[in-house]
């Protein structure tokens, strides 16, 4: 199996060195040149395994062997050892075929440790073979940061830079960073937005020069293949659980940077019979404009009490595009710089093949409060704020009430006590017990200005020999 860059101009990489990338090198996200296919047949075989055997099945193809078999299965135990329910993506049922899919019952509370715990082992793995140290980078709007942290901890070949916008996530999300107190972990509050902190990563990532010798940077967000391959899985489970292959399921995902979507998009592309995909933004809502106004404008940021989709640029839709303009690399060249000056828009063609694949919608504060406020009092479950933007965008946007319909519960409410008050409940989530002493622990971090040559001269400085 071959990565590929979508702006086409970038070396074909393979499965250990797309892991061990970030950005391709003309600027583009790599993804398979081919995707793997299943038959409803092999598909419906699969019913009754559990979460890593599934997990095998599904990553398998995309390794191609360059991995043997016994030691991806070991990765992927040690993978999922750490979270809290058998099931590790258990379904509630919320409604006449409505679903929970509850994806936050890892070690950091998100469902950034389905590929989070994976790739800290699979990191872990590859470099202990190549006898290699490598520098992760990455940026946060408050989840990614946690789980990249608590994959990475204990990787001695790793030092970890996580960039979170100053002041601009739960305090939940940030002692969750902070309070790791390992030489190899690095925290970095950015005077910025999440996008600056996404933009100076990007950057990072173009001009390596500030590493010492020998160095590289190693990708922990969702320009990261590995990342999305990972993801891809509970699609599938969820699937299996409700009927598929022999029936349809939809999905509604909560939407920032489009990596979680996507996992879902390739989902069925391999096979997995998917109704609906349903894109359910906040009020940076760019992804829900350029689907139902072709407006793909970028607009200030707004800070939201969904504080991990406050996202204008979301870095995935690059590789969706890629699809729709029928894998034209230099389309994607051109549409991404014209989105550097501000905006682009979709071609006829490739507008309505978007259309067909997805729907969206768009929740603002107010509107959120009162979906988590009016489930908790209808049925006791406590929605997270990301989760309430999805559960109500399902609402608005089903087709068919015959079509199971399933909500991706991307995080835990415990780490947004602020929306759940809101929301007129008198005591915060409890947070699970590893975490109940996180407000007395230390916290470690450097406040930095959004300044490109000051943030590499602290990461240079700061890199463990
Ligand atoms: C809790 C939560 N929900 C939803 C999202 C959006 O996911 P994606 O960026 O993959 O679209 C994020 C951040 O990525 C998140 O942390
Ligand atoms: N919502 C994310 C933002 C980064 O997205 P990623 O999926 O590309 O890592 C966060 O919580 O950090």
Redesign the pocket.
């Known amino acids: 199996m071959k990565y590929i860059s979508t702006r086409g101009d970038a070396p074909a990489l393979s499965f250990e060195d797309v892991v061990l990338t970030g950005l391709a090198n003309d600027g583009g996200l790599y993804l398979p040149e081919t995707l793997p296919k299943f038959s409803a047949e092999e598909i419906a075989s699969w019913r009754g395994l559990d979460y890593r055997e599934l997990a095998f099945k599904i990553i398998s193809p995309f390794v191609d062997g360059e991995i043997p078999d016994a030691d991806l299965k070991k990765l992927i135990e040690s993978a999922y050892s750490k979270f809290r329910h058998d099931a590790i993506a258990p379904l509630v049922q919320t409604g006449h075929n409505e679903f929970i899919l509850e994806l936050f019952q890892g070690p950091t509370l998100?469902f950034?440790d389905f590929a989070l715990q994976f790739l800290g082992h699979l990191f872990d793995y590859v470099l202990k073979k190549r006898n290699q140290k490598v520098v992760v980078m990455g940026a946060t709007?408050?989840?990614?940061g946690s789980a990249a942290i608590e994959g990475c901890r204990d990787c001695e070949n790793i030092d970890i830079f996580i960039l979170h916008p100053n002041k601009r996530v739960s305090d939940v999300q940030r002692r969750q960073m902070t309070t790791v107190l390992t030489d190899n972990v690095h925290n970095i509050a950015l005077e910025g937005n999440f996008d600056d902190c996404q933009n100076m990563v990007k950057a990072s990532f173009a001009d390596q020069s500030f590493l010492p010798d020998g160095r590289q940077l190693v990708a922990v967000n969702?320009i990261n293949w590995a990342r999305i391959m990972a993801q891809i899985v509970y699609y599938f489970y969820a699937g299996l659980a409700l009927g598929s292959p022999a029936r349809p399921v939809s999905f509604s995902v909560?939407?920032?940077?489009?990596?979680?979507?996507f996992a879902g998009y390739l989902a069925k592309q391999m096979g997995l019979p998917i109704d609906q995909l349903i894109i359910a933004t906040n009020s940076n809502d760019i992804l829900h404009r350029c689907i139902s106004n072709n407006d793909h404008s970028k607009q200030p940021l707004v800070h939201s009490i969904s504080p991990?989709?406050d996202?204008m640029v979301s870095s995935n839709f690059e590789r969706m595009l890629f699809d729709l303009y029928d894998r034209d690399g230099a389309a994607i060249k051109q549409l991404m710089e014209d989105f550097k000056s501000g905006e682009m828009s979709l071609a006829e063609g490739p507008l309505s093949k978007a259309r067909e694949l997805f729907s969206s919608y768009r929740l603002d504060d107010k509107e959120t409060v009162d979906v988590i406020r009016e489930v908790f009092e209808n049925t006791e479950y406590l929605l997270d704020p990301?989760t309430a933007i999805g559960v109500q965008a399902a609402r608005k946007q089903r087709k068919s009430k015959d079509v199971p319909m399933v909500c991706l519960a991307?995080?835990h409410p415990a780490k947004f006590p602020e929306a759940v008050r809101q929301a007129g409940q008198a005591a915060d989530p409890a947070l699970p017990l590893h975490m109940r002493d996180l407000f007395d622990r230390e916290e470690r971090y450097t406040v930095l200005e959004n300044d490109l040559a000051k943030v590499h001269a602290h990461m240079a400085a700061n890199i463990n020999a």
């Open positions: 998100a950034k709007s408050g989840d990614t969702s909560p939407t920032g940077n489009f990596g979680d979507i991990s989709m996202i990301h991307t995080a």
